[in-house]
């Protein structure tokens, strides 16, 4: 299994910026992607963005398109979220998960709260 530990979310004025990290250890090599989801309080959890390992393609949930980048450094096992223009709809919980061809081998992080105020 693949154990995944977010960090960097926080309080935020609209408009501003925050970076999300998460740091994979244990099998990664069993992990062909990242990526990052988030829930907000009784709402669904939602895809944001999810990036390859190997190639570095990237998808983008249209509601971030254009503000979010997600990025990856492969020396290190980590995958960055970089969100920029922030808006108080941005309010959720942020999870990072691990994408595997084994869904037994799929992980989630502990989760990252993010708090955008208006």
């Known amino acids: 299994q693949v154990q995944l530990v977010e960090s960097g979310g926080g309080l935020v004025q609209a408009g501003g910026s925050l970076r999300l990290s998460c740091a994979a250890s244990g099998r990664t090599g069993s992990s062909y992607g990242m990526g990052w989801f988030r829930q907000a309080p009784g709402k669904e959890r939602e895809f944001v963005a999810r990036?390859?390992?190997?190639?570095?393609?990237?998808y983008y949930a249209g509601s971030v398109k254009g503000r979010f980048t997600i990025s990856k450094d492969n020396a290190k096992n980590t995958v960055y979220l970089q969100m920029d223009s922030l808006k108080p709809e941005d309010t959720a919980v942020y999870y990072c998960?691990?994408?595997?061809?084994?869904?037994?081998?799929?992980?989630w992080g502990q989760g990252t709260q993010v708090t955008v105020s208006s």
């Open positions: 990036i390859d390992w190997s190639g570095g393609a990237r």
């Open positions: 998960r691990s994408y595997a061809q084994t869904p037994s081998l799929v992980s």
